[in-house]
């Protein structure tokens, strides 16, 4: 079973507006947390990634807020352009497991002009 | 150009037919990964190496075979491959002491 649970499966924003994209996981032994961006055709990309000793982390225009003891993580676009529109997947590892990422389910964002 | 690449980028075959889908990194990474990405199932890690002649299993290995005789190469097999080893499948490379992964662009295979 998926050990990270991705929500909602499919997004529309307008330009401009905010994305909120939710995960959960149940091992806490979990200890990095990345989100990867995917566009039609492409792998996925590294888009931001936070580790479990902060709670928030910003770049550019992208957050991820992280709850250690609900075990849920998000991501927030905030001003959302049509550039964005692209699957996101969470994803999360241990640090004994050479690296393996449990991917979400994914989420695929539209942003309409 | 730093990259992954994948070859073939599409490829459809039959029931049965032996296949291999090589990968390559110029990045002089330790730690490679194959994943496939199916539908309402994100990615799933079929195999992983942590260095030359080392490989171990991920979360899907049945039907795939791997081999790292080279550090930039981490050709995937597929002996007898079935219909439902079709999906999306991507190469992955790590810097050993990094997080980072750096996926190739995928090879959407078929199996008719």
């Known amino acids: 079973q998926q050990q990270v649970k991705q929500s909602p499966q499919s997004l529309i924003v307008q330009k401009g507006g905010i994305s909120i994209i939710n995960c959960a996981y149940e091992?806490?032994?979990?200890?990095?947390f990345p989100w990867y961006q995917q566009f039609p055709g492409k792998g996925p990309a590294l888009l931001i990634a936070?580790?479990?000793?902060?709670s928030e982390k910003k770049e550019g225009r992208f957050t991820i807020s992280f709850n250690k003891s609900a075990k849920q993580f998000s991501l927030h676009i905030m001003d959302s352009q049509p550039g964005d529109s692209a699957t996101y997947f969470c994803?999360?590892?241990?640090?004994?497991?050479?690296?393996?990422?449990?991917f979400g389910a994914g989420t695929q964002v539209v942003v309409t002009p | 150009e730093a990259q992954v690449t994948q070859n073939p980028r599409y490829l459809i075959t039959v029931t049965g037919k032996k296949l291999t889908v090589t990968c390559s990194q110029n990045?002089?990474?330790?730690?490679m990964s194959w994943y496939r990405q199916d539908p309402g199932l994100g990615l799933r890690q079929i195999y992983y190496?942590?260095?030359?002649?080392?490989?171990d299993k991920g979360d899907v290995p049945e039907g795939y075979k791997v081999s790292r005789k080279e550090k930039r190469n981490f050709p995937l097999i597929l002996e007898s491959p079935s219909p439902n080893q079709t999906s999306l499948y991507f190469c992955?490379?790590?810097?050993?002491?990094?997080?980072?992964?750096?996926f190739g662009p995928g090879t959407r295979l078929t199996v008719l």
């Open positions: 992955a490379s790590r810097q050993s002491g990094t997080d980072t992964q750096y």
């Open positions: 091992n806490t032994a979990f200890d990095y």
């Open positions: 936070i580790r479990p000793d902060v």
């Open positions: 994803a999360a590892s241990r640090g004994d497991s050479w690296g393996k990422l449990q």
């Open positions: 990045m002089n990474h330790e730690y």
């Open positions: 190496s942590m260095n030359v002649e080392v490989t």
